[in-house]
């Protein structure tokens, strides 16, 4: 998710992945493993990213909803499960869901 983000926030400056490892003083095959989800930023990457692209760090730590689309292909998902795994997924959204409150 943060690796989209990053690529299309390069990508919308016209930014080379060597331009932006230069701009935030790190090595490209850095910014190629984030983009790639190969490795999550740290909190001060994350920070360092938000600076260099003038956006708030929100912008990489925000998590949209789901689509219905999204939605409906997770629900097609779970059908496609043995009966004690859906259990297993139920089980594990409702204790995030108790988690929440």
Do not use: Y
């Not at 989209?4 to 932006?20: P, Q």
């Not at 983009?35 to 909190?43: D, F, L, T, Y």
């Amino acid at each position: 998710m943060i690796g989209k983000i990053i690529s299309r926030l390069r990508n919308e400056r016209k930014w080379s992945i060597r331009e932006l490892a230069d701009r935030m003083h790190v090595k490209h095959p850095s910014i190629s493993r984030w983009e790639s989800g190969a490795k999550i930023p740290n909190k001060e990457t994350i920070e360092k990213f938000a600076k260099v692209f003038s956006v708030p760090v929100s912008k990489f730590t925000s998590i949209p909803s789901l689509t219905n689309e999204e939605l409906e292909a997770l629900s097609s998902d779970v059908s496609k499960l043995t009966p004690a795994d859906q259990i297993f997924v139920v089980g594990l959204v409702r204790r995030l869901k108790t988690n929440k409150k």
